[in-house]
Every structure is written in C-alpha cells, then in structure tokens.
C-alpha cells in the first residue's frame, strides 16, 4: 500500500464522480422511437412485416443464409439445440463462464450439460478441453464468444466435423465481431443472439438464430411457434381452405413482437457506430490497463475482430493487497458501479443438486475469483472513460504489494 499514492474514496479520499456510472446502459434515439410508433401506428403489433425486415436485415449484416428472430436469447439456445434433434441422453459441451442459458438450453430438450474449462488468457472455452470432454452421448457444443471475442471457431468446426457434432454458437455478445475477416453468425452451424438492453444491439429483449441450412431453418420455424406450419408441402393432410394449419411438432411460443423487430432493425443501422465507439473506449481501457502490473488484460486471437460488449477487469493477487469484492467495493465507493460476469454455471444451487461440485473447470473457476466488469457501453463519455480510468488506476496503486 503506497501512502505517496492518490487516497482513493474508501480510504477517504475525494470520489472521482458526484453521480454512479453504471456497468452498462443501452442507447436510445429519435430513430429508434420513430420506427416503433411506426409500427404501434400501423396494422400489425405482432407476426407482422417487421419481423420479415429484421431477418432481412440480420442476414444483410452477418451473412448468415438463414434468421430466425425469437423473444430472447435463452429462447435462440433452446431453440437451436430443439433443430439439433437435441434429446435425452444427449450430452451437451459449454463453458461455465457464461449467463446460465447456455447450458440451461440443453436442460430444456432433456439432455446433461457438460462443463468444460476455459482459455486463461481470453478467457473463452478451450478446443482442447472441449474435446476432452466428449464421448458417445455428446450431440452438441454451444461455444460462447465471451465478451465480444470470437471463440476459436476453425478449431470448433474442426473438432465438430471429426466427432460428428453440432456446433452451436453463442453469439450473445458477439454482433458486430468477425472472424478471419467474416461476420460471426455466418460461419457456425447455427449462432444465436440477443437483444438484451446491455448488449451492443437493444431490442428490449429479443433474440434470433442465424443458419445457414435451410433443414435447420424449418426446424427453427417450428421451435418458434408451437411446432404449427402453413406450410402445404409440410402437413399430412390436403388443407380444406385458406384458414388451415397444422401442428406437426411440439414447441413453445417464442415469437417476438413488430414494436420489438423494428426496434432492433433500427438499431442495427448503427451498428457501425457502436463497433466504432466501443473498439476505440477498449483501445483506451487497454493502454491505460496494461501499464498496471496489478491488473491482467484480458487478451485476444488474432483472427477476431472483435467488437466487444463487455470490459473484463482481472486482479493479479501477487501485485494486489486487495481482493475482488474490495476492490469491487473501492470502485462503488468512487461512484462506479461494477458487475461479475459470470458466477460459474455449475456454482449455482439448482446445478450442485443435480450432481454438479467445485473443482470442475479449475482456471473458470480462478478467473471467477479475480475478475470484475468494469463499464463499457457507447454512450459513455470521453469524461466517462476517464474517470474509470482514474478509478481503476488509484485504487490498483495504492493497494499495491
């Protein structure tokens, strides 16, 4: 602890904000309004034209065949592993360092979720430990591209294509990113997305899977809307008017609305200036970070261009007196507000019911110990990043060994 150092909040010193800056925070503007009073003003408010042009429009921006837009991106996972012919016995490969519907989705067809470890410098599920973990029963890996930063993807597709795999990627964080130079979504077997307020693309909520085969596109229709078709060349029987359908699988409900589809279609016209913004904010962050040997910067592959949706802080405890949750506590103190991405899946009650114990993925669970996530979203201010920036940088030296 350094006492010629800049006296940070909580040990009374000045906070560098009056008011809280918040990990994330979505990005709302006249456009965006517009074109869902358009759609509120108009005749459809669900399973209307506006879905038809954001699927348009996702296919346009990642070169994926196929889109699918559903109500969320839990409901994208679940419904990519219902076109994977997903079913009990079935197993099931991700990473524990991910929101719990990555490997909820493989619960949800009867299938055990299997957890493998990670990379522990860009933090993303590790080919090699992925394929330890398969065997007879593996159906499926569902790869998460943490943060913004594309998995390994050649390296998937490779182990998935020898061992007769689906690969599914969970592109949560991922629009915007490309990999060797084409845009994720387009490469994967199917990849999902969200629309969540604190990813790089709002639609309230909403999510979509990106395809391209058509024999998985079909499937996803279904898994969309109750397993019904209109569809003549689909049913079993000779329609007996322009009223008929059929329900020729069993599904969920998992359509989104047209207020929600336009929303998303708007903001994906700026998506341009969202990549920008946040590529130079992370440009920023890793210059002032990398100077502070208390703090590890997550690193990246070369071949992903990455548009990143969060900014991931990990402590070095041989450079830090400090540990996570004080360190975290120092930063509210200083009026920045921090979260944790993620608590490993199988941590969770429900998951150590079922069998699931510490120990299982070691450097997960390592990173989960010293990580924290710091804000990181377009809307911040140059003022914004600076004031992190002082924050971050006050407190890593002043608890320094």
């Not at 997903?86 to 490969?93: A, T």
């Not at 790869?143 to 592109?171: H, K, M, N, P, W």
């Amino acid at each position: 602890m350094g006492d010629n150092k800049e006296k940070p909040a909580a040990e009374g010193g000045v906070p560098v904000r009056e008011s809280k800056l918040y990990y994330a925070h979505q990005s709302i503007d006249q456009s965006d309004i517009d074109a869902v009073v358009r759609v509120l003003q108009g005749d459809y408010l669900t399973c209307g034209p506006a879905i038809t042009s954001v699927e348009k429009k996702l296919c346009e921006v990642t070169g994926a065949k196929y889109a699918v837009v559903c109500a969320n991106g839990t409901a994208a996972l679940h419904m990519a592993c219902m076109a994977a012919d997903i079913g009990p016995g079935d197993e099931v490969i991700t990473t524990p360092i991910t929101f719990a519907a990555s490997a909820n989705c493989a619960l949800y067809c009867g299938a055990k979720p299997v957890f493998a470890d990670i990379n522990e410098r860009t933090y993303n599920l590790d080919p090699a430990e992925a394929e330890k973990k398969v065997n007879e029963n593996t159906r499926a890996i569902v790869a998460v591209d943490y943060t913004g930063q594309s998995v390994e993807l050649d390296r998937f597709l490779d182990l998935c294509r020898r061992r007769g795999l689906v690969l599914i990627e969970d592109g949560a964080h991922v629009i915007g990113t490309k990999y060797r130079g084409r845009p994720n979504g387009s490469i994967a077997d199917m990849t999902t997305l969200s629309f969540h307020p604190v990813k790089t693309i709002c639609g309230g909520e909403g999510g979509a899977v990106l395809t391209n085969s058509e024999t998985y596109y079909q499937k996803l229709l279904l898994a969309r809307a109750h397993g019904i078709t209109r569809d003549v060349s689909l049913m079993e029987h000779t329609p007996d008017g322009p009223w008929y359908y059929e329900q020729i699988a069993l599904a969920p409900n998992y359509r989104i609305t047209d207020m929600q589809a336009a929303l998303i279609e708007s903001q994906l016209n700026r998506l341009d200036l969202f990549a920008a913004r946040r590529k130079e904010i992370k440009r920023r962050y890793d210059e002032a970070f990398s100077r502070l040997p208390q703090l590890f910067v997550q690193e990246e592959i070369p071949e992903s261009d990455t548009v990143r949706h969060l900014y991931v802080l990990r402590l070095v405890p041989e450079r830090i007196s400090i540990d996570r949750a004080q360190f975290f506590a120092a930063l509210a103190a200083e009026n920045i507000v921090c979260n944790v991405h993620y608590i490993p899946v199988y941590y969770f009650p429900y998951y150590q019911k079922h069998g699931y114990k510490k120990g299982l993925c070691p450097k997960a669970e390592k990173l989960y110990d010293e990580m924290l996530t710091i804000p990181f979203y377009y809307a911040m201010t140059d003022q914004d990043v600076d004031d992190v920036i002082r924050a971050v940088t006050r407190i890593a030296e002043y608890y320094a060994k």
